[in-house]
């Protein structure tokens, strides 16, 4: 039997390399929930057990509906042989973070039996009462007992402080929809870092020569976020255009002129931005890469004969993320976004800005996804703005539709790395006509004064804008990451 030769991605030909993973399982986040009580008030107070349970088994309910995440309860837990069962049940279900909600104030050796048990688990104190107004006719003690969750808490909150353990606060009452919203954001966040340790970055080319802030550590990123970077190289890159097929870039070409209206391109630049999406497709599905950042001017611009402006457009649209001028961090923050919006982020830069409508222009080279636009009525294709070896490239023409937006940018400095927040609005409007696609975004702050904090503040000039308030979500994310943040 001939044995099988394994090579490198760099050199092999087959679909299975030595040094790229065949399969990558990724799984649904879960949540575990532990919800306390203390068996000695059910002998001092008759009918209270059966409260606290009914005020409790609101928080499962609820918690319940979430499509976020999959939530994992061991049942009330009111002595500690129940505690140390469901300490076993969430380490065998290898939860991804812990709420803990205590109905009556619980001994700490109750809880801590059961947390024991989990290794390095983001842990949130969920604190509820029954009740958001107090009556100081009718409360009695019996009420603030069954309502002293509070209290051990904040008790176990020093035990925590005393162990160095970290934990997350949510406070609010059992039918109040702020909490679990709230912890679906950490939800959110805390799947989202398991896919940034899986995730797979593509890198053709190098950052751009001049632009000192999107230099990056690849090393410091794997350690410190989580992605892998892997460099494509020419060769690659070569192969996989000339192995488009003729019929693909045809049908692609005929899509093309029927989706989008088209102005002062020929024909034969429509088929080079077609092929050059075919090709980085293929790259993408053989070596099982995620997200793609290129370098797209000089080098591939003389060996696709294209910017790739388009193609890095039908990707995106695809949900596979894209950064030109080969800013690797930047693309993980487009990534971060899509995962958390479900929508395409924009790459870009501020350019000019307009007292009057206190906005500045964000835009780019003509890649972009046209269906932040309000309409297509309002997409056309044009000619790329900038030439770097290509005579001639396809470049998206549109505005961002109006919405509230949320603006991140980031940076590895002589400190590490730190991430800048903003919101405001994206003013859609009638385009501009600049051969890119424009966000024309009004910060919630004056726009000189947004400008001149961002500048003082030392970030790459490259940033991601979405549609929609992601700002708690960034933050809790950079916390997680032990990620320095500045909101602006």
């Known amino acids: 039997m001939k044995k099988e030769v394994i090579e490198s991605y760099q050199t092999g030909k087959s679909e299975t390399y030595g040094d790229i993973l065949t399969k990558r399982e990724r799984k649904e986040t879960k949540v575990g929930l532990l919800i306390f009580a203390y068996f000695e008030y059910w002998r001092m107070y008759e009918g209270l057990e059966e409260e606290v349970k009914s005020d409790m088994e609101k928080i499962v309910k609820n918690m319940s509906k979430s499509d976020k995440y999959k939530l994992i309860y061991p049942g009330f837990l009111d002595t500690v042989d129940k505690a140390n069962s469901a300490g076993d049940m969430l380490k065998k279900e290898n939860i991804d973070l812990l709420v803990i909600v205590e109905g009556t104030y619980a001994p700490d050796y109750m809880v801590l039996q059961a947390i024991r048990k989990l290794q390095n688990i983001p842990i949130i104190f969920l604190i509820t009462q029954d009740r958001r107004v107090l009556s100081k006719k009718d409360l009695r003690y019996r009420d603030v007992v069954g309502n002293s969750g509070f209290v051990g808490l904040n008790q176990l909150s020093g035990s925590f402080s005393k162990m160095n353990l970290s934990k997350e606060i949510i406070i609010g009452t059992p039918d109040d929809s702020s909490i679990y919203e709230e912890i679906e954001e950490y939800a959110m966040v805390t799947g989202l870092i398991k896919k940034l340790k899986d995730l ?217 790395h730190k991430i800048y927040i903003a919101a405001g609005e994206s003013l859609g409007g009638e385009p501009f006509h600049v051969h890119s696609p424009v966000c024309y975004f009004k910060p919630d702050r004056p726009v000189i004064e947004f400008l001149k904090l961002m500048t003082e503040s030392g970030f790459s000039h490259h940033s991601v804008i979405v549609l929609g308030d992601y700002k708690n979500h960034l933050a809790k994310l950079a916390k997680e990451l032990n990620i320095r943040t500045i909101f602006i």
């Open 200 to 416: 797979k970055i593509g890198a053709y080319g190098h950052p751009f020569r001049g632009m000192f802030d999107i230099e990056y550590d690849k090393t410091k990123l794997y350690g410190n976020i989580g992605p892998e970077t892997i460099y494509i190289d020419e060769l690659q890159l070569r192969k996989a255009l000339d192995d488009v097929k003729k019929e693909d870039i045809d049908n692609l070409v005929e899509m093309t002129k029927k989706r989008f209206k088209i102005r002062d391109v020929s024909n034969e630049t429509i088929r080079k931005g077609c092929r050059t999406f075919f090709a980085l497709d293929s790259i993408i599905k053989g070596l099982r890469l995620d997200v793609l950042s290129l370098l797209s001017q000089y080098n591939l611009q003389l060996v696709a004969d294209d910017t790739a402006g388009y193609a890095s457009s039908l990707l995106i649209e695809k949900g596979i993320m894209i950064s030109c001028e080969g800013d690797v961090p930047t693309l993980t923050l487009m990534y971060i976004l899509n995962q958390l919006s479900g929508l395409s982020p924009m790459y870009g830069e501020f350019t000019m800005f307009d007292f009057n409508d206190n906005a500045v222009i964000f835009q780019h080279h003509g890649d972009g996804d046209p269906n932040l636009a309000q309409n297509m009525d309002d997409v056309y294709l044009t000619s790329c703005p900038e030439s770097w070896g290509c005579k001639e490239a396809l470049a998206f023409n549109f505005i961002m539709r109006k919405g509230r937006a949320t603006v991140c940018g980031i940076i590895d400095d002589a400190s590490g």
